[in-house]
Each structure stands twice: as C-alpha cells, then as structure tokens.
C-alpha cells in the first residue's frame, strides 16, 4: 500500500532554501515514478518536478529550473526536493506524489505548507 507523508515546509524569507521530503512508509515508491505538485490559494494544482524510477531522468517545470532539485534515497524510501531561491510566488501547499503515469498522478500525500515571504 503506498502512503506518501510531505514534510518539511515552513515559513522562509525571499531567496531563502528549504528541502521537503516524501517518505513512503509502503515501502513502494521504488518502484513508481515520483513527483512535487503544488497549489496556491485559489489556484489550480500544478507540476513542479519528476524522477522517473527507471534511468532516474527528471522533469521540471519552466518556473523552478536551476532553482529546484528532485532526487530520490531509494534506501530510505524518500523523495526530496531542494527549493533554492525561493520567492514569495512560490507559495503554496506542495504535494508529493507517485505511481506509474509521467509525471505521476495515481498516489498523493497530504501536502506540505510552503510560505515564502518578502
């Protein structure tokens, strides 16, 4: 069974860094593709970064490139994502997510509050 847990976030200043992480507790996500979404209020839910579980390719969407990382610990279950230059529009809840579609869209964590201040 896969359960994706987000942690992590917090409040941070302009140009600030903070890393979320995704643990599996399933003990499957090695398996899966693995992705970020996030979603700001009253905004749709949107694609931030990928990592595809066979050749361990990634995607990113335009507005996190060289800003943000996606990698995976296959040894602790976790998926990680470095935000690096963070800035204020970059608010929102950000959801893990898995399973076998690119990005991923099948499993989903219960998200993770991100607040960038300026």
């Known amino acids: 069974q896969v359960q994706l847990v987000e942690s992590g976030g917090g409040l941070v200043q302009a140009g600030g860094s903070l890393r979320l992480s995704c643990a599996d507790s399933?003990?499957?996500?090695?398996?899966?593709?693995m992705g970020w979404f996030r979603q700001a209020p009253g905004k749709e839910r949107e694609f931030v970064a990928a990592f595809r579980s066979i050749g361990s390719s990634t995607m990113y969407a335009d507005f996190v490139k060289g800003r943000f990382t996606i990698s995976r610990d296959n040894t602790k279950n976790t998926v990680y994502l470095q935000m690096n230059s963070l800035k204020p529009e970059d608010t929102a809840v950000y959801y893990c997510a898995g399973g076998p579609s690119w990005p991923p869209v099948q499993y989903w964590g219960q998200g993770t509050q991100v607040t960038v201040s300026s």
């Open positions: 399933g003990r499957t996500s090695f398996r899966m593709n």
